[in-house]
Nanobody, 115 residues
Framework: QVQLVESGGGLVQPGGSLRLSCAASGSIFRINAMGWYRQAPVKQRELVATITGGGNTNYVDSVNGRFTISRDSAKNTVYLQMTSLRPEDTAVYYC?????????WGQGTQVTVSS
């Protein structure tokens, strides 16, 4: 079994920055891809950013140029560096991992952007 544990959420003012972390643990043989999704109140969960096992990255248009996804393969950890945060970035952010060709989710971490 594989577990994903997120950390790093919180309250930040508009224009501020936060870094989210997601550590994968358990019986990991291959990390196919990892990513971040978010879900705001009364909205559907949406993809924010992904990084493949080969290191290719992809972003939703609304965060392109502001957010950066990266990974530390030795630690099985993926990061989401968020800058120039806006109130509309407020959401619960979920880590997603396709590991050993199965899909896993973290428990979510709240990000609130407000003055």
């Amino acid at each position: 079994q594989v577990q994903l544990v997120e950390s790093g959420g919180g309250l930040v003012q508009p224009g501020g920055s936060l870094r989210l972390s997601c550590a994968a643990s358990g019986s990991i043989f291959r990390i196919n891809a990892m990513g971040w999704y978010r879900q705001a109140p009364v909205k559907q969960r949406e993809l924010v950013a992904t990084i493949t096992g080969g290191g290719n990255t992809n972003y939703v248009d609304s965060v392109n140029g502001r957010f950066t996804i990266s990974r530390d393969s030795a630690k099985n950890t993926v990061y989401l560096q968020m800058t120039s945060l806006r109130p509309e970035d407020t959401a619960v952010y979920y880590c997603n991992g396709i590991i050993n060709f199965q899909t896993y989710w973290g428990q979510g971490t709240q990000v609130t952007v407000s003055s």
